[in-house]
């Protein structure tokens, strides 16, 4: 059985941490993640085009589904802040036929860490810019609930020693 893990959070907080540290320690795990493949159009700069993005998520849906067909467990590490992103997901495992796909949800609700973070790694934009990005996703951010499909449902917050460093 491979296992599709399904990141919710906002900026910075802390999605590709976990997700990098699963990849560690889970055989045949790999990350999708749309911000890697702007980074990859963008000639290695990482460029948000809104006319680009019908293209990037055809690209990380199609390496989701060629992932879980190879059996491969799939992180989808990106903000999947509302149901609705989070059940387009969903219906790639229904379409991944055959396959036997446990979907988790990651939860990383929002903590101090998210704007700081943010701040070291503008990606060529300012940080008002992204605290803009940050305050709308708090807005529309959906918390998990039981009734969208996943088979677990795991909440994940920042470790002791690294509050203890903000």
């Not at 055989?27 to 911000?35: C, G, H, M, S």
């Not at 700069?45 to 879980?68: C, T």
């Not at 059940?87 to 609700?109: A, M, T």
């Amino acid at each position: 059985m491979v296992t599709l893990y399904v990141m919710i959070g906002n900026i910075g907080s802390g999605k590709s941490t976990w997700a990098r540290e699963k990849v560690k320690s889970t055989p045949r795990t790999i990350i999708v993640n749309r911000d890697a493949l702007r980074t990859m159009v963008g000639g290695g700069e990482y460029i948000f085009d809104k006319e680009m993005e019908p293209f990037i998520k055809h690209a990380s849906r199609g390496v989701i589904e060629e992932a879980l067909l190879e059996e491969y467990n799939v992180i989808v590490d990106e903000t999947n802040l509302t149901k609705a992103h989070r059940y387009e997901l969903i219906q790639i495992v229904d379409w991944v036929v055959g396959s036997d796909v446990r979907i988790v949800f990651v939860y990383c609700p929002e903590n101090k860490r998210n704007i700081q973070f943010r701040s070291n790694n503008l990606r060529g934009y300012t940080p008002e810019y992204w605290q803009e990005v940050y305050d709308h996703m708090a807005e529309i951010i959906e918390p998990p609930s039981e009734d969208e499909g996943a088979d677990e449902i795991k909440i994940h917050t920042i470790p002791e020693e690294i509050k203890n460093e903000l």
